[in-house]
């Protein structure tokens, strides 16, 4: 592996978009002045400013959000507050391990939690308007949709229950299925090599990092969704995790990657499709966040570079960058300057590589956020749409943690 790996343009626009916060504060504020329920409906607009209006009935008293492959249903009675999402109906067939892992699931949630009905499962919470703090509110909705659009996928697969909600999706066209595709083709082949390449010179360093780049490159260039997603969230778990050898973790990964490439178009393309959603599983990025985070990583890389290793710093660089897209919803003008920087260094020689990803992340830490190529972000629709709409195992080399 001589070049460094190649970048791809998202094939959709991503439905999550960085939120407001003055609109945050402004729902704080209000709830600190004991008007409860109009810091309910601004914390309802920093969510998603057309949830009133598109998802609530004439008095804004009810409201039914689609978000994935569920809908949250939230209700105002009087003073009181409840929130519940229809999630699964009980399978025929293996109930006790079904019933033993939804148990697990509840644990793990913090205030909601799933209750069985008449062999209906539906998420719950509930409190008075007057304890409802957005925070609090803000972290029980966040869990009830990440957890509903994650599990009803896992539970459908492995224990054949049956959804409460059909999802409203929209497929993508043939075209972004064909070209969502080839990425996925493209990359696994692309990593593949590079694993063989780098295990050939014993630099299991790189084979860690090389299958990390390409799984968070697929994330944020085709966007999979159900099943899809859950698996390779599974996989890029696992590659984080500190309680197996490095040579398990990185026989998995490429277990992974292989198995990846190996699926069939039948396979991929119900995967592949956009669907509305309420509330993003990534925080919102600032530039201080991610000048924070790229500083240390810089100075790292300019002394990768100024001593001629040219491939550990572009893929410490590569790496970086592709885990804040992994992260965090980053602002459109870092965004540009991060896109730009990959694309002018994708499938070039490490040397020239490096200096560019290099020249990007110090302009970014010095708050220079010129777009370098000068001809726009690589993205094929409006950047400003786009964007509305690990446990540290390589320390030394890479920096950061796993997402959550």
């Known amino acids: 592996m001589k070049k460094a790996f190649t970048f791809h343009s998202p094939v959709i626009r991503h439905a999550a978009r960085i939120a407001d916060e003055a609109i945050w504060e402004k729902s704080l504020e209000l709830f600190d002045n ?3 329920l109009a810091s309910f409906y601004t914390l309802l607009d920093y ?3 057309d949830v009133r209006a598109k998802h609530g009935n004439a008095s804004g008293s009810e409201f039914s959000v689609p978000h994935g492959s569920i809908v949250v249903n939230i209700r105002i009675e009087g003073e009181q507050l409840t929130v519940t999402a229809p999630f699964l109906a009980m399978p025929e067939k293996g109930k006790v391990p079904f019933m033993r892992q939804l148990a697990s699931l509840n644990d793990d949630l913090i205030m909601p939690q799933i209750v069985l009905e008449d062999d209906r499962l539906n998420f719950v919470f509930g409190c008075p308007l007057a304890m409802a703090h957005p925070h609090k509110l803000y972290n029980a909705i966040r869990q009830i949709c990440l957890f509903g659009d994650k599990w009803d996928d896992e539970f459908v697969t492995k224990f054949g229950a049956t959804r409460l909600y059909e999802p409203k999706i929209t497929p993508y066209d043939s075209a972004t299925v064909e070209k969502a595709i080839e990425i996925i083709r493209q990359s696994a082949a692309e990593c593949l090599e590079a694993v063989s390449w780098f295990e050939g010179k014993r630099d299991f360093q790189n084979v860690w990092g090389a299958i990390s780049i390409t799984l968070f490159k697929i994330f944020h260039a085709v966007v999979p969704q159900g099943q899809l997603l859950n698996d390779l969230v599974k996989a890029l778990d696992y ?5 197996i050898s490095p040579a398990d973790m990185m026989k998995a990964g490429r277990a992974a990657i292989e198995k990846l ?3 069939s178009v039948e396979q991929l393309a119900p995967e592949l499709y956009s669907v509305e959603t309420l509330i993003s599983d990534k925080d919102n990025a600032t530039l201080a ?3 924070e985070a790229l500083e240390e990583r810089a100075k790292k890389a300019r002394k990768s570079f100024e001593s001629k290793d040219h491939l550990n710093c572009a893929m410490s ?3 970086t960058l592709y885990k804040i897209w992994y992260d965090k919803l980053v602002p459109d003008d870092v965004n540009a300057v991060m896109t730009d920087a990959l694309k002018r ?4 020689d490490f040397e020239t590589a490096a200096e560019i990803l290099l020249t990007a992340i110090e302009n970014i830490v010095e708050g220079d956020l010129t777009v ?3 001809a726009g972000t690589g993205f094929g629709f409006d950047m400003a749409a786009y964007m509305k709409n690990v446990q540290d195992m390589m320390a030394s080399f890479f920096g950061g943690g796993t997402k959550k």
């Open 317 to 319: 660089i590569l790496y």
């Open 239 to 243: 590659h984080f995790r500190d309680d």
């Open 261 to 263: 490439g190996a699926m």
């Open 345 to 348: 260094s994708s499938a070039v």
């Open 372 to 374: 370098e190529g000068g």
């Open 289 to 291: 966040n991610i000048q």
């Open 34 to 36: 004991k008007q409860y």
């Open 47 to 49: 969510l998603n400013p």
